[in-house]
């Protein structure tokens, strides 16, 4: 049910977007090449090769691609797979220009190297929605580079020129004649390197653009697929760490001799993140962990509740922030508005709540180290490892698994579980699993920061709005790591993000920020500052909306009439789901737009309410995220945001009482189950944009367009998520 | 202490409270059967106890003597489940860290009920959760698993 639309779409509009879309991306890519840079030395790809043979005769063109006289095919990713598809998708981009089947090939998560770092920023990082993106151009020049390579070979076997040769389905042929790729690659590895590269032409394509069955489907339906939790190694050790109740708290004793007195275990540690009970299984190490009888000190004095920092963020928000935008003179056109709304609205800490809890396995000796995890942020993973080992970060061997879900959260600016687990190993002689009870990683922080934010908006005579402003007050999640420097001045731009550069235009507009310290550690959530702007900015449109006695999507086109891109989105979204007329069942209908990651989406939710119970029905999503490489994982990407987005909306609630979180599990921290899952269905805007992300896209907009439904439907205005705390509450302010 | 785990009779040395999960994926290696929150709230642990299916976290080891317990692992090598492979012809996973619970209530659920509603889906599936959001194809799959697990119609001649 839920591809036919997204199928539709792309076998409508694919052809399309790449005829438009990767022709200004090839050009891009060709040029780079007849200027005369040598691919290989682009980044220093070829000097970076990182494996050594493991075949005879391997011909491994730059650090993507290895192809063995076997004619096994590897490709090799600086990625992290957490279910958003760049197993699949990465190799495709290759496959298309190499001309082979992609099932047929190996896939292999890369060591820690340059030659993986990411083109948009010096790391080794999955995130910001920007694997395909981001490595489109040098993918494909990496399996156009092999390809050329291959096909000059043959030409010299058959002494005939390459004019006369194509590559297909993994072979070099004449027409009547074919070498298979594995017979060329000890020739091969001779060619010269090609000083330009002909890039297929879009319009060629078999792969890209097209549904293509995920190549780690197989590993994942039957139990293969390893995850970080799966590690073993002889003679491991199960580790489960004591950590604070509370944040800002430590230590202060524990019975070691209780926990060596339970059956497998084996060892009690002290590090600085808390007490480690060592086991040979895992239970083991749990009932040791019970047998320690932490004890901790007490919170202090300024530990966080959840109630208090309300207030705190509440006073904050009525006096001047640093400015992130300033358009005209909004305090000016407030005092002329012929009508103005005040309104205040929040959102909570969340937690990640990945399937897989956290755990990092390593073997720490004199001079090496292995770490498996399945992290997001490999570069900075190792370097704190070999500064914490006293090695150098080529001694460290950092082996990527699959990801059970990571959304941020494994990927820690401050590395802290692998940190961790780094610290326990040092000196232990074996390696050690370190592994987060589901209330350890609830409890553990590195949250999504909880936000308050004050709008004020004033209407014109006409209803139009005329004047915006609105401060934000929340932790930066981006202040003290090594992205600090992408940061503004004083302030932290994913804080603003959706609000400062929001596409309305509104004549005179204002955003501030605040930005206070805690103890409560911060970081990246899908989505990040999207995950807060999406629902604010889209909620008090809504409120101006009805305040102007205007349509939401009606205003919404008067304010986008210069963004052709965003009107096509928010049409297509209307048009799909039906805006103006009657929703079928008493539903009610929402619209939210909103750009981030270089792409847009609108989407509308259909839903009722009886009493306190919301039932989301249906979910219409418009997507122009430029030219697309696989449609359905897009159109997963689209339904699995919308569940991330969900959860948090109905249910996502991390609250404090002095430092201590009081959620544990998914028992007081609910997340969406199957029975209240909506019917999502997703629609591709055939576009010449750049190719823009898609992980974290669908996020921003599903609680917004649930609430402004809610409203539709009750006249109740939920300026405080989550919406059943919000409804049950009587928190939401807001006067005019 | 021994019990049947995919059709091997197999023997542990551990203490009967020991939960089955912690026994499977420690002792046995058998690690496609996950951990995902240990108080049967989220069905990553979900496995087969003689049939039936079972939350492997709070489930004791005391609880699967002498008994059939089977796992991903032994569902089908070849990927030939029909449930398998509805999963791939639709492209459920993401992440892919729930689908061996997932999976395995699935299969649960159309050995009981080879036909089910939406309601039967809601309330056999209610239990696994999947923070990467693949519900909707897990209902289409498990459409589609029963239409492949169904006898195949008599061949009709071409028309």
């Given at each position: 049910v839920s591809d036919a639309p997204a199928a539709h779409a792309a076998a409508t509009a694919g052809r399309r977007q790449f005829l438009v879309g990767v022709t200004v991306i090839g050009t891009a890519v060709g040029a780079a090449l007849v200027f005369g840079v040598p691919l290989a030395e682009r980044r220093g790809a070829q000097r970076a090769v990182p494996q050594p043979p493991a075949t005879p005769s391997p011909f491994t063109p730059n650090a993507f691609?290895?192809?063995?006289?076997?004619?096994?095919?590897?490709?090799?990713?600086?990625?992290?797979?957490?279910?958003?598809?760049?197993?699949?998708?990465?190799?495709?981009?290759?496959?298309?220009?190499?001309?082979?089947?992609?099932?047929?090939?190996?896939?292999?998560?890369?060591?820690?190297?340059?030659?993986?770092?990411s083109p948009l920023f010096p790391m080794q990082f999955t995130g910001g929605s920007s694997s395909v993106r981001a490595s489109f151009d040098e993918l494909r020049a990496a399996g156009a580079l092999?390809?050329?390579?291959?096909?000059?070979?043959?030409?010299?076997?058959?002494q005939i020129p390459v004019e006369r040769l194509r590559a297909e389905s993994g072979c070099v042929t004449d027409g009547a004649r074919r070498l298979r790729y594995g017979e060329l690659v000890a020739d091969a590895a001779l060619s010269a390197r090609p000083r330009e590269l002909a890039l297929k032409s879009p319009e060629n394509f078999t792969l890209l653009g097209k549904k293509l069955q995920r190549l780690d489907g197989p590993l994942k339906v039957s139990g293969r697929a390893q995850f970080g939790i799966d590690v073993r190694q002889p003679q491991m050790l199960f580790a489960m760490v004591a950590r604070p109740a509370a944040f800002g708290t430590r230590v202060q004793s524990f019975d070691a001799a209780a926990?060596?007195?339970?059956?497998?275990?084996?060892?009690?540690?002290?590090?600085?993140?808390?007490?480690?009970?060592?086991?040979?299984?895992?239970?083991?190490?749990?009932?040791?962990?019970?047998a320690l009888h932490a004890r901790f000190g007490e919170a202090p004095a300024d530990a966080v509740s959840s109630d208090l920092l309300r207030l705190e963020y509440r006073r904050l928000a009525a006096t001047p922030g640093e400015v992130a935008r300033e358009v005209g003179d909004a305090a000016r056109a407030l005092g002329e508005a012929k009508h103005v709304l005040t309104a205040e609205y929040e959102v909570p800490y969340l937690a990640h709540a990945c399937m897989e809890p956290l755990n990092c396995t390593v073997h720490a000796r004199a001079d090496r180290c292995d770490i498996w995890v399945g992290s997001q942020f490999q570069s900075e993973d190792r370097r704190r490892a070999a500064a914490i080992l006293g090695l150098h970060p080529e001694q460290v061997a950092l082996h990527t698994t699959f990801l059970g879900g990571g959304f941020g959260r494994r990927g820690n600016p401050q590395s802290d579980f692998v940190v961790e687990a780094v610290q326990l190993a040092k000196g232990l002689g074996r390696p050690v699993q370190v592994l987060w009870t589901r209330e350890d990683d609830m409890r553990g922080g590195w949250y999504r920061p909880f936000f308050l934010s004050r709008l004020q908006g004033g209407l014109d005579a006409h209803g139009m709005p005329l004047a915006w402003r609105h401060t934000i007050v929340g932790q930066s999640v981006l202040s003290g790591t090594v992205f600090e420097s992408a940061m503004k001045k004083t302030f932290d731009p994913t804080s603003v993000e959706g609000a400062a550069d929001m596409p309305y235009a509104i004549p005179h507009l204002k955003v501030e920020i605040h930005e206070p310290v805690n103890a409560v550690p911060v970081q990246f959530w899908r989505?990040?500052?999207?995950?807060?702007?999406?629902?604010?900015v889209n909620g008090f449109l809504d409120e101006l909306a009805a305040a102007g006695r205007k349509d939401p999507v009606a205003l919404r086109r008067m304010l986008l009439a210069d963004?052709?891109?965003?009107?096509?989105?928010?049409?297509?979204?209307?048009?799909?789901?039906?805006?103006?007329?009657?929703?079928?069942?008493?539903?009610?209908?929402?619209?939210?737009?909103?750009?981030?990651?270089?792409?847009?989406?609108?989407?509308?939710?259909?839903?009722?309410?009886?009493?306190?119970?919301?039932?989301?029905?249906?979910?219409?999503c418009a997507v122009d995220c430029g030219a697309v490489i696989n449609p359905d994982h897009v159109a997963a990407q689209i339904e699995g945001g919308v569940v991330f987005g969900l959860s948090a909306a109905l249910h996502g609630n991390i609250t404090l009482s002095r430092g201590r979180v009081e959620q544990s599990n998914f028992n007081d921290y609910p997340v969406l189950r199957m029975n209240e899952m909506p019917q999502v269905e997703t629609y591709l805007v055939a576009s010449d944009a750049p190719m823009g992300g898609v992980g974290e896209i669908a996020v921003p907009c599903i609680a917004p367009a649930v609430c402004n439904a809610i409203y539709a439907a009750t006249g109740k205005r939920v300026r405080r998520l989550p919406v059943t705390a919000s409804l049950m509450s009587s928190g939401s302010r807001a006067s005019s | 202490l021994s019990l049947i785990v995919n059709g091997n009779s197999v023997q542990v040395e551990a203490a009967p409270e020991m939960p089955l999960l912690w026994v499977l994926r420690d002792l046995?290696?058998?690690?496609?059967?996950?951990?995902?929150?240990?108080?049967?709230?989220?069905?990553?642990?979900?496995?087969?106890?003689?049939?039936?299916?079972?939350r492997a976290c709070v489930t004791p080891l005391s609880a699967a003597l002498g008994r059939r317990v089977d796992t991903i692992e032994g569902l089908s090598a070849e990927m030939r489940h029909p449930v398998q492979r509805a999963w791939l012809e639709l492209d459920v996973v993401q992440c892919g860290y729930c689908q061996s619970g997932q999976i395995m209530s699935a299969v649960a659920l159309l050995a009981q009920n080879p036909h089910p509603s939406d309601e039967d889906i809601d309330a056999a599936m209610a239990g696994n959760i999947c923070r990467c959001g693949t519900y909707q194809r897990i209902r289409a799959a498990i459409k589609r698993a029963a239409e492949l697990a169904a006898p195949a119609p008599p061949a009709e001649s071409p028309s």
């Amino acid at each position: 049910v839920s591809d036919a639309p997204a199928a539709h779409a792309a076998a409508t509009a694919g052809r399309r977007q790449f005829l438009v879309g990767v022709t200004v991306i090839g050009t891009a890519v060709g040029a780079a090449l007849v200027f005369g840079v040598p691919l290989a030395e682009r980044r220093g790809a070829q000097r970076a090769v990182p494996q050594p043979p493991a075949t005879p005769s391997p011909f491994t063109p730059n650090a993507f691609v290895r192809i063995a006289a076997d004619d096994t095919i590897t490709i090799i990713l600086g990625k992290a797979e957490m279910g958003q598809g760049i197993y699949t998708s990465l190799p495709m981009i290759v496959a298309e220009e190499l001309a082979v089947d992609p099932h047929r090939m190996r896939v292999e998560f890369a060591p820690v190297d340059r030659a993986y770092y990411s083109p948009l920023f010096p790391m080794q990082f999955t995130g910001g929605s920007s694997s395909v993106r981001a490595s489109f151009d040098e993918l494909r020049a990496a399996g156009a580079l092999a390809r050329t390579m291959l096909v000059a070979a043959a030409a010299r076997r058959w002494q005939i020129p390459v004019e006369r040769l194509r590559a297909e389905s993994g072979c070099v042929t004449d027409g009547a004649r074919r070498l298979r790729y594995g017979e060329l690659v000890a020739d091969a590895a001779l060619s010269a390197r090609p000083r330009e590269l002909a890039l297929k032409s879009p319009e060629n394509f078999t792969l890209l653009g097209k549904k293509l069955q995920r190549l780690d489907g197989p590993l994942k339906v039957s139990g293969r697929a390893q995850f970080g939790i799966d590690v073993r190694q002889p003679q491991m050790l199960f580790a489960m760490v004591a950590r604070p109740a509370a944040f800002g708290t430590r230590v202060q004793s524990f019975d070691a001799a209780a926990a060596r007195a339970v059956p497998g275990v084996v060892e009690v540690k002290q590090i600085p993140s808390g007490v480690a009970v060592l086991a040979t299984n895992s239970w083991a190490a749990k009932r040791g962990r019970e047998a320690l009888h932490a004890r901790f000190g007490e919170a202090p004095a300024d530990a966080v509740s959840s109630d208090l920092l309300r207030l705190e963020y509440r006073r904050l928000a009525a006096t001047p922030g640093e400015v992130a935008r300033e358009v005209g003179d909004a305090a000016r056109a407030l005092g002329e508005a012929k009508h103005v709304l005040t309104a205040e609205y929040e959102v909570p800490y969340l937690a990640h709540a990945c399937m897989e809890p956290l755990n990092c396995t390593v073997h720490a000796r004199a001079d090496r180290c292995d770490i498996w995890v399945g992290s997001q942020f490999q570069s900075e993973d190792r370097r704190r490892a070999a500064a914490i080992l006293g090695l150098h970060p080529e001694q460290v061997a950092l082996h990527t698994t699959f990801l059970g879900g990571g959304f941020g959260r494994r990927g820690n600016p401050q590395s802290d579980f692998v940190v961790e687990a780094v610290q326990l190993a040092k000196g232990l002689g074996r390696p050690v699993q370190v592994l987060w009870t589901r209330e350890d990683d609830m409890r553990g922080g590195w949250y999504r920061p909880f936000f308050l934010s004050r709008l004020q908006g004033g209407l014109d005579a006409h209803g139009m709005p005329l004047a915006w402003r609105h401060t934000i007050v929340g932790q930066s999640v981006l202040s003290g790591t090594v992205f600090e420097s992408a940061m503004k001045k004083t302030f932290d731009p994913t804080s603003v993000e959706g609000a400062a550069d929001m596409p309305y235009a509104i004549p005179h507009l204002k955003v501030e920020i605040h930005e206070p310290v805690n103890a409560v550690p911060v970081q990246f959530w899908r989505s990040v500052g999207h995950s807060h702007t999406g629902f604010v900015v889209n909620g008090f449109l809504d409120e101006l909306a009805a305040a102007g006695r205007k349509d939401p999507v009606a205003l919404r086109r008067m304010l986008l009439a210069d963004r052709p891109r965003h009107l096509g989105v928010l049409n297509l979204a209307a048009e799909k789901a039906g805006w103006g007329t009657a929703a079928p069942g008493g539903r009610a209908r929402g619209i939210a737009l909103q750009e981030s990651f270089g792409s847009v989406v609108a989407q509308v939710a259909e839903v009722t309410v009886s009493g306190d119970a919301i039932q989301v029905h249906r979910v219409v999503c418009a997507v122009d995220c430029g030219a697309v490489i696989n449609p359905d994982h897009v159109a997963a990407q689209i339904e699995g945001g919308v569940v991330f987005g969900l959860s948090a909306a109905l249910h996502g609630n991390i609250t404090l009482s002095r430092g201590r979180v009081e959620q544990s599990n998914f028992n007081d921290y609910p997340v969406l189950r199957m029975n209240e899952m909506p019917q999502v269905e997703t629609y591709l805007v055939a576009s010449d944009a750049p190719m823009g992300g898609v992980g974290e896209i669908a996020v921003p907009c599903i609680a917004p367009a649930v609430c402004n439904a809610i409203y539709a439907a009750t006249g109740k205005r939920v300026r405080r998520l989550p919406v059943t705390a919000s409804l049950m509450s009587s928190g939401s302010r807001a006067s005019s | 202490l021994s019990l049947i785990v995919n059709g091997n009779s197999v023997q542990v040395e551990a203490a009967p409270e020991m939960p089955l999960l912690w026994v499977l994926r420690d002792l046995l290696g058998l690690t496609g059967t996950k951990f995902g929150c240990g108080m049967a709230l989220c069905g990553a642990c979900t496995v087969h106890l003689d049939g039936q299916p079972i939350r492997a976290c709070v489930t004791p080891l005391s609880a699967a003597l002498g008994r059939r317990v089977d796992t991903i692992e032994g569902l089908s090598a070849e990927m030939r489940h029909p449930v398998q492979r509805a999963w791939l012809e639709l492209d459920v996973v993401q992440c892919g860290y729930c689908q061996s619970g997932q999976i395995m209530s699935a299969v649960a659920l159309l050995a009981q009920n080879p036909h089910p509603s939406d309601e039967d889906i809601d309330a056999a599936m209610a239990g696994n959760i999947c923070r990467c959001g693949t519900y909707q194809r897990i209902r289409a799959a498990i459409k589609r698993a029963a239409e492949l697990a169904a006898p195949a119609p008599p061949a009709e001649s071409p028309s």
